[in-house]
């Protein structure tokens, strides 16, 4: 029984400039399964601190109990450089200011660290080969020498996660319903994850075209699988991120009760042990093709004028919005409509009705597949 707090610091690019770090490891040093849990990533998007902070003690509780089956490492502020990037009383977060990169894109290719040796090192045992990959990758890690800030932060981040076998990196949306974004070769276990969160979809892909956090990890293992058939390679870390609604939904009493959910999720798996301290969740949607959901985008700048609500069923063609013209002949009296591409849920919609040229209006959940979509299957 253990709970340790590490402090790391990452030095600032500018002299004088020093960041904290800080994160928690619960549980039993030499237990076989690990769990990673990070939260604010994107920096502007904080209902995980809340719901991380919650399950914090909950963790803490059940470790004092010896229930704890697993070991739990958790970042409540994953990201403290995009936490201090505040300009003109406002708060932004979801790009490193100094280079410009999205925090959640450009994580390194694990596949392409580990290649060129891994051939050699795999066996008939899917434990041993497990084990194998995994020191490779903390070879590699080892070998990496990070400058700059967000390198450096990056870097202790990867050190924690690269043996884990659950990653969960907790966002949200604008203004949305829970989801969950995954791989299918977790598809059941996101199920179960889902049904616990309430989540309104679970959207998968094999890659993203963005290199996000969580693609790292499970990417690794369904690259290695498809590279050497002949080896059993299982799908050794499962690794989602969760969005737990929109950037105004940071509310105690509600993301207490997200982490509650979380907590029973991972006594579910067997990761905790005692009574469930929960009910079991009504069923939730079955996943769907990132590539089937519509991302309703605006032709060009207005102001948001919504004719429907989330979780709204749509039919292809149906009017989701209006924008109000702002400028040129028909200014403030022009109502461009905008319509589904698509059937399926209003997923999520715009916060913020000032909008500009090429900006998100909704995300609508479909089953069939949009061309449309292209390979590059995220948001900016
Ligand atoms: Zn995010």
């Not at 969760?242 to 207490?256: A, I, M, P, S, V």
Request: contains cysteine.
């Amino acid at each position: 029984m253990a709970v340790t707090k590490i402090v790391k610091i990452i030095e600032g690019d500018a002299p004088g400039k020093c960041t904290e770090l800080t994160y928690f490891q619960i549980g039993p040093a030499d237990a076989k399964r690990k769990i990673f849990l990070q939260a604010a990533l994107h920096a502007d998007e904080q209902p995980g601190i809340l719901i991380l902070h919650h399950l914090l003690e909950y963790l803490i509780d059940a470790d004092s109990k010896g229930l704890l089956k697993a070991r739990f490492v958790v970042f409540p502020m994953v990201n403290p450089l995009g936490m201090g990037d505040i300009g003109f009383l406002q708060h932004q977060g979801r790009y490193d200011r100094s280079s410009g990169v999205n925090f959640n894109r450009q994580w390194p290719d694990l596949y392409a660290a580990i290649e060129e040796h891994v051939g050699a090192y795999l066996t008939d045992s899917a434990e041993d080969n497990v084990k194998r990959v995994r020191e490779l990758v903390q070879h590699w890690l080892s070998e990496q020498q990070p400058v700059n800030a967000l390198q450096q932060q990056r870097h202790y981040v990867m050190q924690e996660a690269f043996d884990a076998d659950y990653v969960l990196d907790l966002h949200c949306d604008s203004d949305s319903l829970p989801h969950i974004f995954t791989v299918p070769q977790s598809t059941e276990v996101m199920q179960n994850l889902s049904d616990w969160m309430g989540a309104a979809a679970t959207l998968v892909c094999e890659a993203s075209g963005g290199s996000s956090f969580d693609e790292v990890w499970s990417t690794l293992w369904s690259r290695l699988a498809k590279q050497f058939p002949n080896k059993p390679i299982p799908q050794a870390t499962h690794s989602a991120t969760l969005e737990y609604r929109g950037q105004f939904d940071t509310f105690d009493e509600l993301n207490k009760t997200d982490a509650r959910h979380l907590y029973a999720f991972f006594q579910a798996q067997g990761l905790i042990g005692g009574e469930l301290i929960l009910p079991l969740p009504p069923k939730t949607p079955s996943a769907t093709d990132l590539a089937a959901t519509e991302m309703i985008k605006t032709p060009q700048a207005g102001l948001l004028a919504y004719t429907v609500e989330l979780g709204q069923q749509v039919k292809k063609g149906d009017l989701i919005a209006e924008l109000i013209s702002l400028d040129g002949e028909e200014a403030f009296r022009k109502r461009i409509p905008l319509y589904a591409g698509t059937a399926g849920v209003v997923l999520s919609r715009n916060t913020f009705k000032y909008v500009w040229r090429g900006a998100s209006v909704a995300k609508i959940v479909g089953k069939e597949l949009l061309p449309s979509r292209g390979k590059y299957l995220l948001q900016d």
